[in-house]
């Protein structure tokens, strides 16, 4: 792990689903949490809404990269989803150039949303890139966040 004034630069995410590597990814959004308030006006007093918390809302993870060899791993993954889906743990890894870990996200029943792969056209050449979406229930563990 990173000391405690190292700047957050990350330049890879470290994805991991259970203990099965899918690589390093270039991106990563969606990363965060809202609690979700309800308004409740109170009769006869009209100077007050209350705020009432209600539950936890987690956004989808959605992770991009280039094409390289890794994509196998995801492939590999996808394709032993057809014999049924089961909910995963997964953890997310922001590393520097030198591999140093600056944070690291636990993440609870993971299930993939999508995957999107590159867009192919010799009209336009550019670099192939690859997207995963992840869905999960929150996070876990000691060290999550930064």
């Known amino acids: 792990m990173a000391t405690r004034d190292e700047a957050a ?13 899918l690589g390093a990814f270039s991106s990563c959004d969606g990363l965060g949490c809202e609690l979700v308030v309800e308004q409740r006006e ?5 100077g007050l809404v209350w ?4 539950r936890m809302r987690y956004p989808n993870i959605k992770l ?21 889906i089961t ?3 997964a953890t997310i890894e922001a590393r520097t150039v030198e591999g140093t870990v600056i944070a ?4 609870l029943d993971v299930i993939p949303v999508r995957w999107t792969g590159p867009q192919l056209s010799p009209d336009t050449p550019k670099v192939a890139t690859e997207t995963l979406e992840l869905a999960h229930h929150g996070f876990f563990g000691p060290g999550t966040g930064g």
Not at 9 to 21: E, G, S
Not at 64 to 84: C, E, H, N, Q, Y
């Open 9 to 21: 630069v990350a330049v890879a995410f470290v994805v991991k689903i259970d203990d099965q590597d």
């Open 64 to 84: 991009s990269r280039p094409v390289t060899i890794d994509s196998a791993k995801l492939m590999r993954w996808f394709s032993g989803l057809a014999s049924g």
């Open 51 to 54: 705020q009432l918390p209600t």
């Open 104 to 107: 690291r996200w636990g993440l």
């Open 42 to 46: 109170e009769g006869g007093n009209n």
């Open 87 to 89: 909910r995963k743990t």
